[in-house]
């Protein structure tokens, strides 16, 4: 037998090292390739990219916890492989059994008080984070905004605005956003990692959280509790702008729907049809409820909770079948005539 | 009792019959602790329908039948244990007219509830929570008594005798058991509750 | 090797005019301990084959952005089954079947407590699996075909109420689950009972190999939390089939107490996983380090306070539901302590093997690559435990590197390491080293391939459970090495059933004791007969056959 | 393991079809929620079948087969006793199997020694406090100041002036981390190479600063200027130097272990096998 492990352990060695290289060379050529990509990429949600006040105080937290578990990473596992290393059968040891060692009572009191200093103090630096960061009352001049979820798309209340709109969060600059929770129907969850942490939308409950960002642009983000077929497809875009491009929009937002006469047709065709069971255009008709409102649907960038860019082109697709974009959306294909389709996404596209 | 083919060594009292419905015990128990925590989290919460102080009064009797079958149980385990045959089958009887009772007793309230207040498991929180944390406890009731009546029925067929008794009170500390939880029922249910 | 010469294992089977319709029935009828704990670790190997393969699917569809392979219901469906296969019908049996397998072995008995239990418990298991994966065929779904459920293997209600799930697919996995539960159930009591009370004369409890006492802990948390989560089931059912309102958002019902009702199971559940790992390596590190176990009575305690401590720690699953500054506060806090039993577990391995003579034969190169993904999946338990940080990372990707590291590179890998370790002491056959060797290289690699870099898609922000992905996100080149993994685990996976298959037909003889081990098991012949020792042996210390092979310098003196 | 009278053959429990039944039953019964109530039926009827036979395994009497014995040249033969014999530890020909070290310093030192450099600490925090800002309370509220951020409290209001609810949690903290870190202190200081003191006193408080400062600094930025590191680094090293120092001083006691178990157990008045130091 003896001779049989080491021939394993040459083998093992070869193969050992043969994948650590084949391993390594492929992290290296990844790291070229994800610089190849990077070129292309418009929008990492990265926690650690941070632009806002929780974002920021999260950030600095993990990394501190990452740290102290990475120096407890890096000094046990030393030890491991030192000690397969050093204490790795050698030729002739098959004859003889090593000293048995029953165990040691100080190493034992040692590794077990040490863990217990770290957890005490990682544990009081938690609970302080925990005190500091979890705010259940909006702050003294925060924007007030309630966030419904549904399957699969946000509906945004401004408060003290009088306007809703859907998926595309708009914010100023240097302001608490406040936000208080809320769902429609099952879990979802609110995150745009580079602005906050993510709080669950539950029903039944109300939930707060609160962001306070330092730089305007665009951060992507999205549903991240798992709320059925369509999950994947509950993006959330949040605008950060500078005040008074805040309050342009918000504005804009408040006007009731714009009538152009020239597509009085495609306007008729849709209150016509059972658009308006489920959807509100201000001035227009403010029955629907169940879908997003579409007064300014052409102020957002994208449909269906950023399933597709928002566009002419698009709105007809999505209005001959969301499936389309959306395989399981909550809105049926309306099954209209390819004419009437047209009319309607004329109609659509002005609502500015 | 007889000596099992896979038992090595005699482990005393601690043989593997009692451990064995300790562990059942256990996991029963933590069976019912979650419909107790749900109903304990739900009290208070029914928005409409009938509200349990309105309609639930404190079954005394049931409860009185209930507890007090356990001590004729134990009697039972006694006689059987010393032979005495006759008054071994006289306790058992009691203890399962008690069961029994109880079981009776439970089916009027639910009569009650369900025809003249129109509880019912849908109707709101209340009746969701209470009829399945004291379905559950019924339930086990009747399992009891299912085991109880077979047990009686051999003892009369004279089947069970002095060696037997171990196993009859593996029996009876189920009973026990099922006791317990109702007294933890009628306080959640019936104290806290209303 | 001791004694491998000298040794006449025959070979000629007892009864070669028997059909393979009279094995069947054997094999169906059996109340042994032995086969019993065979028949679930093999079935327990079906199932992850399944789960695997359903995992192969998703990382085929993840593989690049904007893919549309897999639809999305089937995509959901894909990971609910994956994980709970992988969790109920792949994690319990093994360890259950390595339970009923080996604790009676180790302790000297001649079967479980209940042996006529032990065959129900499994067969409600294996029906159980059969009944999940009948919803692929029966589940008369809302479109007439059948359709798996897709709620999650931790099904968040209301998903799971009728409003949000119609058709019949949640109920499938209600009831598979609820029945493979009893089968674990009633294994946990067997395991109790027969542990504590059918030990061999001088088989203190102070004696019984760290593998029984680890076994002893799980049975607990096994009875502890498996009825949590029946009873929470059955209220599930009340709810899809009487109308009741449990968690019934629309009537009052709160969705956050489903939560918290399958959390306080599941957590203790990736203890009931984790620790029989531990019972492995506890078995194999001393074994081929040819040293006694480091600290005894510290893993045995240990293992205990795991045990406790891990009841106590739920709802770090639940960091995002906004419970309040308390709860979250208590909950990271008492979910870090968990790290300080665990890190004297891993503390003592390594002092095990320190001063040791290391063989690196199969089943020690797992349990090695065991400690160290162990130490790091750990630890990034520990950054989740961090509830700030959690808010961050909860439901991303970095939480499936977390319990992957975990399940796989502590569980799996530790499985895998007592499948080369005890298959020769269940058929009497060695297993190849070489084959074992590419099984090991190939999913070691794969693994790391996979799973390491999962952690970045996760701290680039990408949640999971999400069926394909933008283009622009910066995730693409992650997903594709992840997905080029599985390619290699796949391969190191068909290694080990190769292996298998040609230990059956090189028919190896491996004698009672390859290994040149120290517990009970090793001393009768491999396979054990139907009886597994002729007459009860004595013991009179931790490693009895330490002491047999060492009259002049037994363990016994100093214990 | 004895020799045993030779048996024929060992009676096991029968194998039995009757769980399976059972259990298949139950399981039809369940799945008739969503499939038929013909499978309720059919259940229900094939679980009291196999309830009825697993009974009658059960009773009156166990229902055991007799396993016929293995033939002998299929029995695992007697273990032999190894040629590999087993190496011992240089502290002892006996103490081959011991646990390690042979002697340690009793939980009171640690203590002691956690007492003592708490004490010592805060000694020179005092003295900083009165020489920095004149008043001996600034160094817990200084102390506070740096700590109470990290945990989210609000640092004291004013920096010189005595506050009973600060005073008690500092205290409290520092009490708890001094026992803590002297017991670890008079377990790993005698096992390192070299003077306890030099690694107790020096090395070990420069390295948790190191870490604290940048934990501090990592968590409130703002906090890591308010500490005068000078100061904390000195209230450190004193109590490292003290803890140190108690651990050095105190004698070690031998633990039982190389006594026999009779030794141990006192029934023989000399241990037979001779103490360590004897041999090395
Ligand atoms: C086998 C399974 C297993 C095991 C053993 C663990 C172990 C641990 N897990 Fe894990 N976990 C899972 C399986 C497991 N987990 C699963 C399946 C999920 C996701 C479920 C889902 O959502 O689908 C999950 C999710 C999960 C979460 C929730 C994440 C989220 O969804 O938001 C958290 C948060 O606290 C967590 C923490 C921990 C911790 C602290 C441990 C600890 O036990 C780890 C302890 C070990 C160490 C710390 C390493 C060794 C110790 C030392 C070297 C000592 C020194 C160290 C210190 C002092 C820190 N886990
Ligand atoms: C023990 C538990 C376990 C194991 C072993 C695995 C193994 C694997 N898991 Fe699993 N996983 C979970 C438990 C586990 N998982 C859980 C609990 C979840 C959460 C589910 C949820 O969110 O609800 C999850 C979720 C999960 C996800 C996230 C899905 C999502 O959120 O969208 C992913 C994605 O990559 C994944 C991948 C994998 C992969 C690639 C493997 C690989 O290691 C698999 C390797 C195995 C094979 C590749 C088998 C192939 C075999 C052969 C090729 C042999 C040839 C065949 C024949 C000869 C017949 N898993
Ligand atoms: Cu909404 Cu996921
Ligand atoms: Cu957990």
């Known amino acids: ?352 | 009792m007889n000596q099992s083919a896979v038992e090595p060594i005699d482990m005393g009292t601690w043989n593997r019959g009692r451990v064995g419905m300790l562990c059942l015990i256990f996991g029963e128990s933590m069976f019912f602790s979650i419909f107790v925590v749900a109903y304990l989290f739900y009290i208070g919460k029914s928005g409409h329908g009938p509200q349990p102080s309105e309609v639930l009064s404190f079954p005394y009797l049931a409860t009185a039948c209930l507890l007090s079958s356990s001590i004729t149980a134990g009697l039972a385990v006694r006689f059987i244990a010393r032979s005495h045959r006759w008054l071994a089958v006289l306790v058992l009887a009691i203890t399962i007219g008690l069961g029994a009772s109880f079981i009776a007793f439970t089916a009027v309230e639910w009569y009650g509830l369900i025809v003249d207040h129109g509880l019912t498991i849908r109707t709101n929180l209340f009746g969701t929570t209470f009829y399945s944390l004291v379905g559950f406890h019924a339930a086990h009731v009747i399992v009891g008594l299912c085991m109880l009546s077979l047990i009686f029925c051999l003892l009369v067929a004279g089947a069970v005798r002095s060696e037997h008794a171990e196993r009859v009170e593996m029996v009876t500390w189920y009973w026990h058991f099922v006791d317990a939880v109702w007294i933890v029922v009628f306080s959640v249910v019936y104290i806290i509750g209303t | 090797m001791a004694s491998s010469e000298g040794l006449s294992v025959s070979t000629v089977p007892k009864d070669v005019d028997r059909t393979w319709l009279d094995h069947m029935h054997e094999w169906v009828s059996t109340v042994d301990h032995k086969r019993l704990g065979v028949l679930y670790i093999f079935s327990g190997l079906f199932f992850f084959i399944l789960g695997g393969l359903e995992a192969t699917a998703m990382r085929a569809q993840l593989a690049i952005p904007a893919n549309d392979l897999v639809e999305p219901a089937e995509f959901n469906r894909l990971f609910t089954m994956h994980g709970t296969t992988m969790v109920f019908l792949v994690g319990m049996p093994i360890v259950t079947g390595f339970g009923n397998y080996l604790i009676p072995l180790m302790i000297g008995a001649r079967d479980m407590a209940f042996p006529r239990l032990n065959a129900w418990g499994f067969w409600m298991f294996f029906f159980g699996g059969i009944v999940l994966y009948m919803s692929y065929f029966a589940s008369m779904g809302l479109y007439g075909a059948g359709t798996a459920p897709d709620v999650g293997w931790f099904a968040y209600s209301p998903l799971t109420g009728r409003a949000f799930s119609r058709g019949n697919a949640t109920d499938y996995w209600i009831l598979g689950i609820l029945i493979s539960g009893f089968g674990s159930m009633s294994g946990a009591i067997n395991m109790l009972t027969t542990t504590l009370t059918m030990r061999c004369p001088g088989m203190t409890m102070r004696r019984i190999p760290l593998f029984v006492w680890m076994m002893l802990v799980v049975s607990f948390l096994m009875l502890l939390a498996l009825p949590v989560l029946t009873a929470a089931q059955v209220m599930l059912l009340f709810d899809r089939f009487l109308g009741a309102h449990f968690f019934d958002t629309q009537a009052g019902g709160d969705a956050v107490l489903w939560q918290h009702f399958f959390w306080f199971f599941g957590h203790p559940e990736v203890y009931i996983l984790i620790v029989p790992g531990f019972a492995y390596a506890s078995e194999i590190i001393p074994v081929f380090s040819r040293k006694v176990i480091f600290g005894y009575v510290t893993m045995v305690a240990a293992s205990i306070c795991i045990g406790l401590v891990a009841v106590g720690v739920w709802a770090h699953h639940m960091f995002t539901v906004g419970m309040g500054r308390g709860l979250d506060i208590w909950f990271a806090i008492i979910t870090m302590v968990v790290g300080i039993p665990t890190g004297i577990k891993l503390f003592n391995w390594i002092a095990t093997m320190y001063g040791g003579k290391i063989r690196f034969r199969v089943p020690m190169l797992f349990a090695i690559a065991f400690i160290g993904q162990f130490l790091l999946a750990g630890l990034t338990g520990i950054m989740l435990s961090g509830a700030p940080f959690t808010w961050q990372l909860s439901d991303s990707y970095f939480v499936v590197a977390h319990f992957h590291y975990v399940l796989i590179g502590g569980l799996l890998f530790t499985v895998f390491g007592a499948c080369y370790f005890w298959f020769p002491k269940m058929f009497g056959w060695m297993m190849s080293e070489r084959l074992g060797l590419w099984h090991f290289v190939l999913f070691f690699i794969g693994f790391h391939l996979t799973f390491t870099t999962m952690h970045i898609q996760g701290l680039l922000g990408m949640p999971r459970r999400i069926y394909t992905y933008e283009p622009d996100r910066g995730w693409a080149i992650w997903n594709a090495i992840t997905s080029a993994g599985v390619v290699l685990q796949g391969l190191g996976v068909a290694f080990f059933l190769l292996a298998i298959f040609m230990a059956f037909r090189q028919k190896k003889p491996a004698g009672p004791d390859p290994w040149d081990a120290w517990t009970l098991e090793w001393s009768t012949s491999s396979p054990p007969p139907e009886y597994n020792f002729l007459s009860l042996p004595e013991v009179r210390s931790r490693r009895p056959l330490w002491d047999l092979k060492h009259p002049e310098d037994p363990d016994w003196e100093h214990e | 393991m004895t020799e045993n009278e030779e048996k024929e053959s060992l009676s096991l429990p029968a194998s039995t079809a009757a769980p399976l039944f059972f259990a298949f039953g139950l399981v039809l019964l369940l799945a008739s929620l969503v499939t038929n109530v013909i499978f309720a039926y059919v259940g229900a009827v094939i679980a009291v079948l196999g309830a009825h036979g697993w009974w009658r395994e059960m009773l009156p009497r166990e229902h055991i087969e007799p396993v016929p014995v293995q033939p002998l040249s299929e029995r695992a033969p007697e273990i032999t006793p190894q040629p590999a014999s087993v190496e011992h530890l240089v502290v002892g020909e006996d103490g081959h199997r011991v646990r390690l070290p042979l002697e340690y310093h009793p939980y009171a030192t640690g203590l002691r020694a956690g007492i003592a450099g708490g004490i010592a600490m805060a000694v020179v925090g005092g003295i900083h406090g009165l020489v920095a800002a004149g008043s001996v309370w600034a160094a817990f509220n200084g102390f506070a100041s740096i700590v109470m951020p990290l945990f989210g409290a609000s640092p004291p209001p004013d920096m010189l002036s005595f506050h009973p609810g600060i005073m008690v949690a500092a205290l409290g903290v520092h009490i708890a981390l001094s026992l803590l870190i002297g017991i670890v202190y008079s377990s790993v200081l005698p096992m390192l190479p070299g003077h306890p003191r030099l690694w107790g006193g020096i090395v070990a408080p420069i390295v948790w600063t190191a870490a604290g400062w940048a934990a501090v600094g990592l968590v409130t930025p703002d906090g890591a200027g308010a500490v005068s590191w000078g100061w904390f680094i000195a209230s450190q090293i004193a109590f490292g130097l003290v803890a140190g120092e108690v651990v050095s001083r105190s004698t070690p006691v031998r633990t039982l272990q190389s006594y026999t178990l009779s030794g141990r157990a006192g029934l023989e008045a000399t241990p037979a096998q001779g103490h360590p130091e004897d041999h090395s």
């Open chain 1, 1 to 352: 037998m003896g001779s049989a492990s080491f021939r394993i352990k040459g083998g093992l060695l070869s193969i050992g090292i043969a994948g650590i290289t084949a391993f390594l060379s492929f992290l290296a050529l990844s790291a070229v390739a994800a610089k190849a990509f990077a070129a292309e990429v418009i929008q990492t949600p990265t926690p650690f990219e941070p632009v806002s006040e929780p974002a920021h105080a999260i950030m600095d937290f993990g990394l501190l916890i990452i740290w102290i578990c990475a120096a407890i990473f890096f000094i046990v596992f030393g030890l491991l492989i030192y000690t397969i290393i050093r204490y790795r059968a050698k030729a002739g040891d098959e004859t003889t059994e090593p000293a048995q060692i029953y165990g040691s009572e100080q190493l034992e009191l040692a590794w077990t008080i040490t863990p217990v200093l770290i957890v005490i103090i990682l544990g009081l630096i938690t609970a302080g984070r925990i005190v500091a960061l979890d705010k259940t009352d909006p702050p003294e001049g925060s924007l007030g905004i309630r966030v419904i979820g549904h399957q699969w798309w946000w509906e945004l209340q401004y408060e003290g605005y009088d306007f809703i709109t859907a998926n595309e969060l708009h914010i100023p600059v240097d302001q608490t956003a406040f936000l208080t929770l809320h769902s429609e129907d099952v879990i979802h969850s609110f995150w745009v990692p580079q602005l906050s942490g993510k709080t669950d939308l539950i029903p039944n409950r109300t939930n707060q959280m609160w962001m306070h960002p330092h730089e305007t642009g665009l951060y992507v983000g999205q549903c991240a509790e798992y709320c059925g077929t369509q999950h994947a497809h509950m993006l959330l875009r949040v605008f950060v702008h500078t005040q008074p491009d805040f309050e342009r929009w918000a504005a804009e937002q408040q006007q009731l729907a714009t009538r152009v006469a020239s597509v009085d047709l495609g306007r008729e065709t849709f209150e016509q049809t059972a658009c308006v069971n489920c959807h509100t255009v201000r001035g227009v008709t403010e029955i629907g409820q169940f879908g997003p409102d579409l007064t300014h649907l052409m102020s957002r960038t994208t449909i269906g909770a950023g399933a597709a860019a928002n566009n002419r082109e698009n709105l007809i697709a999505w209005i001959t079948n969301p499936d389309h974009f959306k395989p399981g959306a909550r809105m049926p294909a309306m099954k209209l005539s390819p004419q009437k389709i047209e009319l309607v996404a004329d109609y659509l596209t002005t609502l500015k």
